[in-house]
């Protein structure tokens, strides 16, 4: 799905394998403390009870970084 975006978007699309690679990602291109916008292109109840517990672990992630 992202590969489509590419050619028009104008940001930084980055496709990771789990939570800790998007935290680090969001670090490493954020040097500057802007917004890190945490947007799954797909449901993740593999990994998640629900999007709600997704968003929770993102964030105690991020304030563990």
């Not at 930084?12 to 500057?32: H, Q, S, T, Y």
Request: net charge negative; glycine share 4%.
């Amino acid at each position: 799905f992202y590969q489509t975006l590419e050619p028009n978007f104008k940001g930084v699309i980055r496709n990771v394998g789990d939570m800790k690679e998007v935290v680090a990602a969001c670090f490493e291109l954020n040097r500057d403390n802007s917004i890190c916008l945490l947007s799954p292109a797909a449901s993740s109840y593999d990994q998640y009870r629900n999007f709600e517990d997704r968003g929770d672990q993102f964030k105690e992630l991020i304030r563990s970084y």
